[in-house]
């Protein structure tokens, strides 16, 4: 491996946990983290909008831009969702989440970072109406939609993520209410023939920006072939 | 809508079409259009490694990493899936892609749009072999996952192509190839319980990074229930 790999490689050494915003597309593609733990302090309108301004410059399948974003403030409104939110919560823990997929033995360190990553699921149910701003990502598309209908909603959902991240704003990618999707469409009045795909609380962070755990990229890249070890070069 | 409101509309007006690298998030997020049109000129390995660095920090759910990116160099492998892209894309086309989906009806502007479309991606498909690189983002999945499987996928494969943009990149998300899939698999190894989300071409583009057309914010965002308009004011 040559050296301009590895130097590579240590690009997330390079940025330190912070609450700062920042402009850097570095730093905001390795330091947008899942973050479920907002103070109540309030998101400003502009801020919003700049984050749905940036969330549309994403691709969508031919450009249909069947996306539609619903941003969720009223309280009565996020009142209902978290209940409906922790119902889902319940039932999604109740089915086994965080277990390994069939076939995959977790190390320790995933165990326990599953058993986190539970725990900090658990604190948004609960907290979850403090939660200053939802946005809800629907994308239209049919009931039996496959994975590639995620192709026109994610990039954009990402894109909102990481513009939020940049003006200091912490965010978490969820699809747990679709455990009770009728009702959440419901309450929200999302019609048929519409998706939801996201739901993204958003709000100052409690926690830091930083560099989430990750297996290299030789864990999970090969090179032509499937099982064909991916190994650079210098050019 | 207050005055910040209009300047944050504006942002797009930013960035003048440009063939530079920029490591600014707002310009990369704004101007990371769909590439079709590559230089032959190669790609690094350095740079195929930042691409695939930047692209393992997205989040996915529970943090599982199901992804897998495969890295398409040999040129008799892009020659062989060159052939299933083309096929694939003819049987999209007979499948009557670009049309609008049903009950919209497109402005003129979308009509003009969707042949725009439709060429560049003829264009790709007639060129295919010549993209010096190629990124096949898989995940594991179920053979019938739906749309939240690509929650673990897709923000990847977007932080993939904002890397690569960064970088002076051009490159586009395609899903085309999976009229294909079962072909695809068998040429590239691809074992069951993975799906093939995405097949993304990477080059030095012939054109330039711009922001791409868009509806606005307002047409796509509600407040609260769906159907009620987005009205934010000054805070």
């Known amino acids: 491996m040559s050296e301009g790999v590895s130097s590579a490689a240590g690009i997330a050494g390079r940025f330190q946990p912070?609450?700062?915003?920042?402009?850097?597309?570095?730093?905001?593609?390795?330091?947008?983290?899942?973050?479920?733990?907002?103070?109540?302090?309030?998101?400003?309108?502009?801020?919003?909008?700049?984050?749905?301004?940036?969330?549309?410059?994403?691709?969508?399948?031919?450009?249909?831009?069947g996306w539609r974003f619903l941003v969720i403030?009223?309280?009565q409104t996020k009142e209902r969702l978290g209940e409906l939110y922790r119902e889902s919560i319940a039932a999604l823990f109740a089915s086994g989440y965080g277990q390994a997929p069939?076939?995959?033995?977790?190390?320790?360190?995933?165990?326990?970072?599953?058993?986190?990553?539970?725990?900090?699921?658990?604190?948004?149910?609960?907290?979850?109406?403090?939660?200053?701003?939802?946005?809800?990502?629907?994308?239209?598309?049919?009931?039996?939609?496959?994975?590639?209908?995620?192709?026109?909603?994610?990039?954009?959902?990402?894109?909102?993520?990481l513009a939020a991240r940049a003006l200091g704003l912490g965010s978490t990618l969820t699809t747990v209410h679709r455990m009770r999707e009728a009702q959440v469409k419901e309450l929200l009045g999302v019609p048929e023939g519409?998706?939801?795909?996201?739901?993204?609380?958003?709000?100052y962070p409690r926690g830091t920006f930083a560099p989430g755990p990750?297996?290299?990229?030789?864990?999970?890249?090969?090179l032509d072939r499937w099982d064909t070890p991916l190994e650079l070069s210098a050019s």
Request: include cysteine.
């Open 73 to 75: 403030r009223d309280q």
């Open 102 to 161: 069939p076939g995959v033995t977790p190390t320790p360190a995933q165990v326990e970072e599953a058993e986190k990553i539970r725990k900090s699921a658990q604190y948004l149910a609960t907290h979850f109406a403090e939660v200053p701003v939802y946005v809800l990502g629907c994308i239209r598309a049919a009931a039996n939609a496959g994975i590639t209908a995620g192709a026109s909603i994610y990039p954009a959902i990402w894109s909102l993520q």
């Open 214 to 222: 990750r297996q290299p990229v030789e864990a999970v890249s090969f």
């Open 18 to 65: 912070s609450q700062q915003p920042s402009d850097d597309l570095w730093e905001v593609l390795y330091t947008t983290r899942a973050i479920r733990r907002m103070k109540p302090d309030p998101v400003s309108d502009d801020v919003v909008y700049r984050l749905l301004d940036a969330a549309i410059r994403a691709p969508s399948g031919g450009n249909q831009q």
């Open 194 to 203: 519409f998706e939801t795909a996201a739901l993204i609380p958003i709000g």
